[in-house]
């Protein structure tokens, strides 16, 4: 016990601190891709109910490819194909040296790109559920199509899809731990560098449990406090 106690304690000797840091990296990871993955995904939701076949028919394959392609793979793709292309777009207007995407980046856009295929479902079935009566109404009241969505539509559409953005940020905080693949400090990378220095695996492992654990609780009851607020003024 002395051992597993030493091992996990901060300071030259202990792995506390790295595990520290390698959570703080995760839960930054998160909490940045989230808006660009929300955001993204009402485009996403808004093209797919767009009169025009083009843009529709665009926002339909988005959803389709990454919701079907393992977040794994568009992970590696963003991080190394987004480098080869990004490189030669460099030298190819003819700057000199080289340009890298970082690991932090790489992961928050992957991760966006996939959270915002899923959000997008969330969205079209919120405001699938807003009456198209408001937004008649709002046209009555000389409102623009713009000024309808910001003050009539969106309030309302942040209340019913919260639920489903609920699951889609405990989803995300999990797929958080593909980015140690691409060498990012995360709370995984920490802990498989700690099982290989170490060779105590269950211990370190146990310990990005736990961490991810108090991650997920909090999480949910942020959710439903959100839930909570959002849903004040509203009958059951």
């Known amino acids: 016990m002395e051992r597993y106690?030493?091992?996990?304690?901060?300071?030259d000797t202990g792995w506390g601190d790295e595990l520290l840091q390698g959570a703080l990296v995760t839960i930054s990871i998160a909490i940045a891709t989230l808006p660009f993955g929300l955001a993204l995904g009402?485009?996403?939701a808004l093209a797919s109910r767009s009169r025009s076949?083009?843009?529709?028919?665009?926002?339909?394959?988005?959803?389709?490819?990454?919701?079907?392609?393992?977040?794994?793979?568009?992970?590696?793709?963003?991080?190394f194909g987004g480098q080869i292309l990004i490189q030669k777009l460099w030298t190819g207007m003819g700057?000199?040296?080289?340009?890298?995407?970082?690991?932090?980046?790489a992961g928050m856009v992957a991760l966006g790109l996939v959270l915002a295929a899923?959000?997008?479902?969330?969205?079209?079935?919120?405001?699938?559920?807003?009456?198209?009566g408001q937004r008649e109404g709002a046209a009555a009241l000389g409102l623009t199509r713009g000024q309808a969505f910001r003050l009539v539509v969106l309030p309302q559409l942040?209340?019913?899809?919260?639920?489903?953005?609920?699951?889609n940020w405990m989803v995300l905080l999990k797929e958080t731990s593909l980015v140690s693949v691409i060498t990012l400090h995360d709370l995984m990378f920490i802990a498989t560098r700690a099982n290989v220095a170490t060779k105590e695996p269950f211990l370190f492992f146990s310990a990005?449990?736990?961490?991810?654990?108090?991650?997920?609780v909090?999480?949910?009851?942020?959710?439903?406090?959100?839930?909570?607020?959002a849903n004040r003024g509203y009958a059951r």
């Open 218 to 229: 909090l999480s949910a009851w942020g959710i439903g406090r959100m839930e909570m607020r």
């Open 118 to 132: 899923f959000s997008s479902e969330v969205w079209v079935g919120a405001l699938n559920s807003i009456p198209k």
């Open 95 to 105: 700057f000199p040296g080289s340009l890298s995407i970082s690991p932090f980046i």
């Open 158 to 167: 942040f209340r019913v899809a919260l639920p489903g953005l609920g699951n």
């Open 42 to 44: 009402l485009l996403v």
């Open 53 to 79: 076949k083009i843009i529709s028919g665009l926002a339909t394959l988005y959803t389709t490819v990454f919701r079907g392609v393992p977040e794994l793979l568009t992970l590696y793709i963003i991080y």
């Open 208 to 216: 990005a449990l736990f961490i991810y654990l108090i991650f997920s």
């Open 5 to 11: 106690l030493s091992l996990l304690s901060f300071g």
